[in-house]
């Protein structure tokens, strides 16, 4: 039972500490443009040179 009083407090840190990853990871634009990084890979660049 000491255990989980140890472990719960743990858990619940680290969890919060995904959610304000999450959130300064919306509020700083990574989510913004999804097709474009997929579409991205399939124009031929020019300058590149085989």
Same mark, same amino acid.
């Given at each position: 039972?000491?255990?989980l009083?140890?472990?719960?407090p743990?858990?619940l =840190?680290?969890?919060?500490?995904?959610?304000?990853? =999450?959130?300064?990871?919306?509020?700083?634009?990574?989510y913004?443009?999804?097709?474009?990084?997929?579409?991205?890979?399939?124009?031929?660049?020019?300058?590149?040179?085989?």
């Amino acid at each position: 039972m000491t255990t989980l009083a140890y472990l719960l407090p743990v858990a619940l =840190f680290l969890g919060g500490m995904a959610l304000v990853a =999450f959130l300064w990871a919306l509020r700083s634009g990574q989510y913004e443009d999804l097709d474009g990084a997929a579409h991205r890979i399939l124009i031929d660049d020019p300058d590149e040179t085989d």
